[in-house]
């Protein structure tokens, strides 16, 4: 009995290097930003035409990153200024399949860190106009965001 060779490939995702907005001559769209504290809003919130009350409209670009929206949302939220708040951001968008709205999370920022998340862009998650950002905030002094894993025991014990 012959066995058939095995071949493997890594092959490295080349994405085209996303084209900057010129923001001078760009309109801009709107996004409505909809920021609950510790959890994100439900999809059925969004369903039959209706939205959550805690609405936020922002005109941006889709070349805006997480970092740039986690800035503007500060602006108007005072009590998320605070160094170790989170910013847990999902797209609500249609389900082409049946009438409700789904949710994707797209990523995560921290006020006063740097973060792997900080730089994507709305084009990047694949933001289509129309849909909605969900914004979870939580403080700094609560849980941070599920996704989040907890830093490793320490012992602290003195000796």
Known sequence: MKMAGLESMV????????????????????????CSTGRHNSPGDYARGNVPQNELQ?????????RELTGLVKEVNPETRRKGTYFDFAIVYPDMRSPTYRMREIGVTCSGQRGGDDNKTLSQVKFQIGNYLDISITPPNRMPPPMRRPQPYVNNRPY
């Open 58 to 66: 922002i005109y941006t670009w889709m070349d805006a990153t997480l």
């Open 11 to 34: 092959v490295e995702e080349v994405r085209p290097a996303e084209k900057p907005v010129d923001r001078e001559k760009t309109c801009p769209l709107l996004l409505r930003v909809f």
